[in-house]
């Protein structure tokens, strides 16, 4: 008995030895390892480091920390920022006031206005553009998605181009221009920056409902309108449900990007003292009160952690709705009748007042020495191409590109934005493919989850979290601060939830057949991905690089507080334009980006036919855009 006893534990732990070993030489676990100790280094320990150096006593903290000695243990920073002790000169928790619960309120105004008005706006135009059989939605849909491709900066300067009343510093906009003075309340603080942010944040709403309404077989709709529903009812039933998990995702993801949005509020806010948890947390870290910076940073990331983890149950906790059939997916439009031509108008109206008019305006002022004056002698390509003393504004600046600085910031940003789109791409790829071969495994939950990690992280703050962690040299690895190699480590970790969405919605239609029979005729993990996966793939690749590309060339808030006198990129020197009152200049400059980043967009839909749409249907748990 004894005996057969032991003979059957040799024979389990036998089972168990053998599992592990397999296990161990599995490519997919091996992978899957590799990936999590990369994203765990990249994503959590900089995250660790940052909040455990705020309980403690840096050396910039001496100054005015009497009795207190490096490396000390404290609870001073946290105090001083939610609940600050009265002075000399500030009344009990002034302080707090200003570094945290009034920057607080307004970012949550903010992110909770711009959300709403992003999914409203966005789904119904999806909802329009996929459903009805709307005239023209070819040109209108490549249009749509124009402000998406926008960073909010540059929709911000095309704004103050427009309502800037000079009473607040700079040239006069164009309405001052014409005698015609837009009131303070219009051209800055809360109402600009929601408008600005609105438009730019409904571009991904709409690209993520249109993904989800694509894919959504419309004869469920047909046989419920057969039963005799109206339209109305159609919408509330069964198209709303359907497309609520993206509708969700949407809304975090506007949220999201406006509580950490630095650039937007600080050019349309800082002028009437509109003060932003994101600007509060850049200003802190210039200011050198990094553990400040860093407790903001903190706050930042726990609201937008928990609006995820909110989406993430309310969409788990949805009533599911099976809408496959045995035949392919089909869409029929919905006879609009008279409404047609009527909403069509009304469409391109729209899309004329706030993409339009705006970027006319702002081509407008990079040729008009005197903004206003329409006289054949005010126009002039100086702010262009002029050389230096040629006019007596702005210093006798020269044009944008005889500018010192535009060149050496042209190249940084060109080779920044190819090695991070390269990278991304095929690292996006490569997760798209270990998540969906793993969906039904713990291990490609998690891998997935890391991934989604940076979505989690403001732009801006994820700049600080790099700031704090590559300052110092990193056992083998020397400091990257100031560095180019660090500018491209961040965009790439930053990118990752965005790369990793269309590499999943990519790598969801390549079947596992194919691989299952190369694997039973012996062909290696390494050769299948190499012969069957990449041919496959390969029309995903191009969408996944333009996708990063566009995001990489126009990012500021991400890489805003890594910027050195040696590393500035082209969205950086705008900003510098703007903050120095060079208007004109900026305008140039955001004109030229906006130029390069359609002309980019338009061939790929040209050459390589990327469908934006369908790579955000690949997934609805959303994604950030920074």
Excluded at 59 to 84: C, I, K, P, Y
Excluded at 94 to 120: D, H
Excluded at 493 to 512: D, E, F
């Amino acid at each position: 008995m004894k005996k057969g006893h032991m003979k059957a534990r040799c024979s389990k732990t036998k089972r168990i030895k053998n599992t592990i070993l397999g296990a161990a030489k599995d490519p997919y676990n091996i992978i899957v390892i590799i990936l999590l100790l990369t994203l765990g280094y990249l994503i959590l320990v900089p995250l660790f480091e940052m909040i455990h150096s705020t309980f403690f006593v840096s050396f910039s903290d001496l100054r005015h920390m009497s009795g207190a000695q490096e490396g000390d243990f404290t609870l001073h920073h946290w105090r001083r920022v939610f609940n600050s002790p009265g002075t000399a000169t500030a009344l009990p928790r002034q302080v707090s006031n200003s570094l945290m619960y009034t920057p607080f309120r307004n970012s949550l105004f903010l992110g909770i206005n711009v959300a709403s008005i992003s999914v409203i706006l966005g789904s119904l135009m999806a909802w329009i553009m996929i459903r009805t059989d709307l005239p023209g939605k070819k040109l209108l849909s490549v249009i749509m998605i124009i402000p998406y491709m926008l960073p909010t900066w540059t929709i911000s300067l095309m704004w103050l181009t427009v309502f800037r009343t000079g009473t607040r510093g700079g040239m006069p906009g164009f309405l001052a221009g014409m005698g015609l003075q837009a009131p303070n309340w219009l051209a800055y603080g809360p109402f600009p920056i929601i408008v600005v942010m609105s438009l730019s944040g409904f571009g991904s709403t709409y690209l993520l409902v249109s993904g989800a309404l694509s894919s959504v077989n419309s004869e469920v709709e047909e046989m419920a309108s057969i039963m005799g529903a109206g339209k109305v009812r159609l919408l509330k039933k069964i198209t709303f449900p359907l497309v609520l998990p993206a509708m969700l995702s949407g809304f975090i993801l506007s949220f999201a990007s406006a509580m950490g949005s630095f650039s937007t509020p600080h050019l349309l806010g800082a002028r009437v003292g509109y003060d932003t948890i994101a600007t509060m947390l850049v200003s802190s870290i210039r200011n050198r009160n990094l553990s400040t910076g860093y407790i903001i940073t903190i706050v930042l990331i726990i609201i937008v952690a928990v609006a995820v983890f909110v989406n993430q149950k309310m969409i788990g906790l949805r009533r599911s709705y099976a809408t496959i059939m045995g035949k392919g997916t089909r869409t029929t439009p919905l006879a609009l009748g008279k409404a047609k031509y009527p909403l069509f108008v009304f469409l391109a109206v729209f899309l004329t007042i706030t993409v339009g008019i705006p970027m006319f305006v702002l081509l407008l002022d990079t040729v008009m020495l005197v903004p206003g004056v329409y006289a054949l002698s005010n126009f002039t390509l100086h702010y262009w191409i002029g050389e230096r003393g040629g006019i007596e504004l702005f210093a006798g600046m020269p044009g944008v590109f005889r500018h010192p600085w535009f060149w050496r910031s042209f190249r940084t940003t060109i080779l920044l934005t190819v090695c991070v789109a390269v990278i991304g791409m095929f690292a996006g790829q490569f997760l798209g493919y270990v998540c969906t071969r793993g969906r039904g495994r713990l291990s490609g939950k998690i891998l997935e989850q890391c991934a989604f990690l940076p979505y989690m992280i403001p732009s801006v703050t994820f700049g600080a979290l790099y700031l704090e962690m590559w300052i110092e040299p990193r056992w083998i690895i020397p400091s990257l601060y100031g560095s180019f190699a660090l500018l491209v480590l961040i965009c790439v970790v930053n990118g990752l939830p965005s790369a990793s969405r269309a590499g999943t919605a990519n790598m969801m239609q390549i079947g596992y057949d194919l691989e299952e029979a190369a694997s039973i005729q012996g062909a290696s993990f390494l050769r299948r991905f190499r012969k069957i996966v990449l041919p496959l793939a390969k029309p995903g690749f191009l969408t996944g690089f333009i996708l990063i590309f566009m995001s990489t060339i126009t990012t500021l808030d991400l890489i805003i507080l890594l910027m050195s006198s040696e590393v500035t990129t082209l969205s950086y020197l705008v900003f510098s334009f703007s903050e120095s009152g060079e208007s004109a200049h900026a305008s140039v400059l955001s004109a030229f980006m906006f130029l390069l980043v359609l002309a980019t967009y338009l061939i790929s839909i040209k050459i390589g036919k990327v469908d934006l749409a369908a790579a955000y249907g690949g997934s609805s748990g959303g994604g950030k855009g920074k």
